[in-house]
C-alpha cells in the first residue's frame, strides 16, 4: 500500500487516481498525524511525502514512518525545492525528490523500481 500525504486534498486525490491506474493500493493524508494513524493501522511499503505539511515537515514525518517501518520507501515532493532539500532528502533516506509539478509516469516509474528493488 502506497501513503500519499500532502495538505492538498486535489494533489492527494490526483496522485490517488494515478497510483490505483498504476495497480497500487493507496490512502492518502492530509497531516502528519493523520498519516501517522494510517500508518498504524496499515501496512505501508511506499510513502509519497509533501514537504510543507500543516503540523510537521515531510523529513520528519519521513523519519517517523521509517522509525516504525525501517523499510519503508520514501518518495518527497514539494512546490518550494531547492538543490540543498534534494541533497538533504537523499541522505535522509528517500529514494526519490520530485519539484512539483512533476511528471506522473516518472513518479511511478520511481516508485516501481524502488519497489522492485526493496
Given at each position: 500500500m502506497i501513503l500519499v500525504v500532502d495538505d492538498q486534498e486535489s494533489m492527494c486525490w490526483i496522485l490517488s487516481k494515478?497510483?490505483?491506474e498504476a495497480g497500487f493500493s493507496v490512502k492518502t493524508a492530509g497531516t502528519a498525524e493523520e498519516a501517522l494513524s494510517i500508518a498504524t493501522n496499515n501496512k505501508i511499503s511506499a510513502s509519497i511525502i509533501d514537504y510543507r505539511l500543516p503540523d510537521k515537515n515531510g523529513f520528519d514525518l519521513f523519519l517517523e514512518l521509517r522509525n516504525r517501518n525501517p523499510k519503508i520507501l520514501g518518495v518527497l515532493i514539494t512546490s518550494y525545492g531547492s538543490k540543498e532539500l534534494r541533497e538533504k532528502a537523499l541522505q535522509l533516506g528517500f529514494?526519490?525528490?520530485f519539484d512539483k509539478p512533476f511528471q506522473n509516469h516518472a513518479l511511478t516509474?520511481?516508485?516501481?523500481?524502488g519497489l522492485k528493488n526493496s
Amino acid at each position: 500500500m502506497i501513503l500519499v500525504v500532502d495538505d492538498q486534498e486535489s494533489m492527494c486525490w490526483i496522485l490517488s487516481k494515478v497510483l490505483q491506474e498504476a495497480g497500487f493500493s493507496v490512502k492518502t493524508a492530509g497531516t502528519a498525524e493523520e498519516a501517522l494513524s494510517i500508518a498504524t493501522n496499515n501496512k505501508i511499503s511506499a510513502s509519497i511525502i509533501d514537504y510543507r505539511l500543516p503540523d510537521k515537515n515531510g523529513f520528519d514525518l519521513f523519519l517517523e514512518l521509517r522509525n516504525r517501518n525501517p523499510k519503508i520507501l520514501g518518495v518527497l515532493i514539494t512546490s518550494y525545492g531547492s538543490k540543498e532539500l534534494r541533497e538533504k532528502a537523499l541522505q535522509l533516506g528517500f529514494h526519490a525528490y520530485f519539484d512539483k509539478p512533476f511528471q506522473n509516469h516518472a513518479l511511478t516509474a520511481a516508485l516501481q523500481a524502488g519497489l522492485k528493488n526493496s
